[in-house]
Each structure stands twice: as C-alpha cells, then as structure tokens.
C-alpha cells in the first residue's frame, strides 16, 4: 500500500497549527496539508489547562489572530472563550476537516533523495503506527512538555497528608469550598488561582521565593467596544490591534531604557491598591529590573481585592520542607493546609518532545543556529513557531506563517523542493547567545541549554520585537545568502 503524501505537514492544533491551517490555504492554495494533535480535542493550551480563574494575560486584540477579529466584550478573555474562539476559526475557514486528531506525532525523517519527510505517529485510541510523507514540516506544538508540568524537590512532599495539585493536572471534582489552600509559586498561574479560589476557600496563601512584578488592568478595552459601534468589526480590530502593539513595543522599550522609572511606576500602582501599611517592598518587588521576567496582569484588580478581604495573603519565604498539614518555612513560620497547589512552572520540550533524523543522522537542535527564530542551520524544509516573551504568542505565530507560505511559494515558483538555512562564510565563528537572551524566568534558564544558539547578526537571530519581526517575515529577501534552495538529488 502506497503511503499517505501531502505537501504540509503541520504538528499541533493549538492557537498555532489553526493560524498555520488559515495561512496554507489563504496563501498557498495550491499545497496541500493536514494538522496532526496528538490529544483529542483542539484548542492546545486552553483546553488542556481547565484550573478555576484559567485567562490570557494578553488582551484579545493582540493574541487573537490577525484574520478574525475578536468582538467579545471582555479583551482578558476566560479559557473557555478563547477555546470557543478557536473552535469558531477552524469551523468558519474550514480548517476543522484537515485536522486529525489522537494522532500523536513520534518521529520525522528527512530524505534528501526524496526531498521528504516521513511522519510516525501513533494513534492514541487505537496504539497503532502511522506513517506519510511531506515536502514541508511545520511544528505548531507550542513549547512546553504536555506530559506534566515542573514540580521542584520539595524535602518531606511525601509526608503532607492533603492534596497536592499541579495546575497542569487539575482534577474536575476538587472540592476546595471552606478548604485552607497554600498556591506555591509567584508566576501568571499563581496570581489567577488565587483570587478565583480565595471566592470559596476558607483561606488562600500564595507562597513565593521571590516577588514578581504585577500590574492591575481593566479587563475590557474601552475604546474597542466603542469602535465596533461606528466601524465595521475587521476596520475596528485592526485599528485596537494597532494601538495595542503599539503600545506594547513602547512600555517593553521603556523597561530597557529607563528600567527604574516602571519600576516605580508599577510599584506606585500596587500601593495604591494595598494601602500605606502593605509590605509591598517584600512581597512585591522583585530583585530584577521589569520585563527581565515576564509581567503577571491582574485584571481589574481581583487579586488585590481577595488580599484587602483578608481570603487572601502573600507569603514570601523559602520552603524548609512539608509537614503532614502544611509547610515549614526557612523563617521558622508555618503554613497549614488542606490543599497545596505547585504552580512551579512548566518543562520546556524542543519542538513536541519528538526524534528527528535528517539523512540518517539524529538531530541535536542545542547544536544548531536559529534561523529567524523559526528555522534550523542544517535542517531542511523544517519551520516551528515560538511566539513572544513580552508580546502575545500570536503575534509572533501569524508572522512565521505568513513567512512559511512565501517560501513554500518561491519554492513552488522556482522549481525548488528543498530550502536549508546553512551558515555563509562570513557567519562562520559568530559569537554564540542563548536563543531567549536577557529573560531570566526559571522555566527559561532551566532548559535553554536544549535549544538552538542565537547569532549576533541577521538572519541568526530570535527577536522578541514585533515591529523588527514584521519587516523581517514580511518583506525581507528570501534569498539572503542564507536559505538555500536547491532540487531533491533525485532530479538533479
């Protein structure tokens, strides 16, 4: 039996593998694709997450796609909006009838001869093998391991007699009502759980080693509702989308150019919000300058509201070990609990946790250069999306789309099959940089070491700067030198 080939092959259908869905048959209509995931349902992220409170922490406008506009109220959307969101996307475009689902993606192995790559996966309802064929492989798994998030060693976590719960594995029974919760960590996760659980518990104590700077923000855009009331949808989404990059750009260059002037900004904001006798010095300001780490919106305050109510408290200690009711802190202070959350943080994977094996030889992606952000030096015909750290991932996902179909476009209209990023002359001993550089977030640095070096010079480069990104995925030269195009050998 001959086996199953089509010219795309996306892996993931998240937030990503729908944008990349929309792009393949909006500007390369001519190639055909399908988009394996690996669980059951759609929506990645928002529909594998489901622990109380679950949002964006971006606005709508600006991590909704750029192809359909979002005309909800709210602009920081619920989990379940969002994922309705999706599902909408992939049933008005008709994206939903490439999608196979169960199909979890094992293995790729690239043929130069050929100029394909051989797509295992194994169909999770049935645990059967699945084999085909692609010229192109696009992987929209996102960046982060589906399989469990990151719990660190915790001395005595065995003894504690309760509950404990990692946010990426939230039971749909928990009973917290009238419970005594202790949330650890200090990231976005733990700043929406704890004003969404302190509604019921008899008490929430969010416990963090170190503060995070966090900012209160309407959870609605004014001028947006006002807009859909004169303009078409689409004309007012573009021009909220605009103002909202905009605006993104400015403060993210700000933090880098006058980092102490927001960082009293942002502080001044929380004392008005806790009050003159609040210890905002230690509980929430950060060693760090902002946007050194990522910052946690609060919308329309809530978390400041659960803390003024006394459900909430902040705890900012080091964990000594657990009891069998609660937690000894390095201060000799301890907690007691009946539910204890680990919202500690997730494992960073390389493109979907998966082997991949180029004319026989296992790649190791830690040795190779990124290309754009996207591509990787010596990897052909290979693209993968990693949004923005200080940004909405979507942003960044629309961009690289756009970019894969030009170049499965110029491919098409040279007569090429095979486009590999290889470095030139001149690049050969540029200096080497993480390829997420001056972001110090845990979850980053404890994994950077997997991923593809950074250069100090285009095309080797990963910005995290969407007015940089536009030009470059928009306008800039295919053929730099760099990408090189080429036939398979069976045809030359």
Request: charged share 25%.
């Amino acid at each position: 039996m001959q086996m199953e080939h089509v010219d795309v092959v996306v892996v993931g259908a998240g937030l990503t593998g729908v944008s990349a869905g929309y792009h393949l048959q909006t500007m390369s209509p001519d190639r055909s694709y399908v988009i394996l995931e690996g669980r059951e349902s759609l929506g990645g992220t928002w529909d594998l997450f489901r622990y109380p409170g679950i949002r964006s922490d971006s606005d709508m406008h600006t991590l909704g796609y750029s192809f359909k506009p979002w005309t909800a109220a709210k602009s920081i959307a619920d989990g379940p909006s969002i994922l309705q969101y999706v599902h909408e996307t992939t049933t008005e475009y008709g994206i939903n009838k490439h999608i196979r689902f169960k199909h979890l993606v094992t293995k790729a192995e690239w043929s130069t001869d050929a100029a394909r790559w051989t797509v295992t996966s194994t169909r999770k309802d049935t645990n059967e093998t699945v084999q085909m064929t692609c010229n192109f492989l696009f992987m929209c798994s996102g960046y982060y391991s589906y399989k469990g998030g990151y719990t660190p060693e915790f001395a005595g976590i065995d003894r504690f007699k309760g509950q404990i719960i990692h946010p990426q594995e939230w039971p749909e029974d928990l009973d917290y009502v009238g419970k005594r919760v202790i949330v650890i960590g200090s990231g976005a996760t733990a700043m929406t759980l704890v004003p969404a659980m302190a509604q019921t518990a008899s008490h929430i104590t969010l416990l963090q080693r170190s503060p995070t700077y966090v900012v209160s923000r309407p959870d609605s855009d004014p001028l947006a509702n006002r807009l859909r009331k004169f303009l078409p949808a689409k004309m007012a989404y573009r021009v909220t989308r605009l103002k909202n990059t905009t605006m993104q750009q400015i403060v993210y260059k700000r933090t880098r150019t006058k980092p102490e002037e927001v960082k009293q900004l942002l502080l001044s904001g929380v004392r008005a919000e806790l009050g003159p006798d609040y210890d905002v010095d230690k509980h929430f300001t950060p060693k760090y300058n902002p946007w050194d780490q990522r910052l946690c919106l609060v919308p329309n305050g809530d978390l400041f509201a659960s803390i003024r109510s006394g459900k909430a408290s902040v705890v900012t200690d080091t964990i000594s070990g657990f009891t069998e009711t609660g937690i000894t802190l390095a201060s000799g202070e301890t907690l007691e609990a009946d539910i204890i959350v680990t919202a500690t943080g997730l494992n960073l994977v390389t493109l979907g946790e998966m082997d991949f094996i180029v004319d026989g030889k296992p790649v190791d992606f830690a040795k190779t250069w990124s290309y754009k952000g996207f591509g990787y030096s010596g990897v052909p015909n290979l693209g993968s999306v990693f949004g923005y750290i200080n940004a909405s991932w979507t942003l960044r996902a629309d961009l690289i789309c756009t970019y894969v179909c030009r170049l499965l476009n110029h491919m098409n209209k040279t007569g090429n099959e095979i486009c590999t990023p290889e470095l030139r002359e001149s690049d050969e001993g540029m200096p080497e940089r993480p390829w997420i550089d001056s972001f110090t977030s845990g979850y980053m640095e404890r994994s950077m070491h997997k991923f593809p070096r950074q250069g100090d010079r285009e095309p080797w480069i990963n910005p995290q700067n969407f007015k940089r990104d536009k030009k470059m995925f928009r306008k800039s030269p295919l053929e730099d030198g760099a990408m090189r195009f080429t036939k398979s050998r069976a045809r030359v």
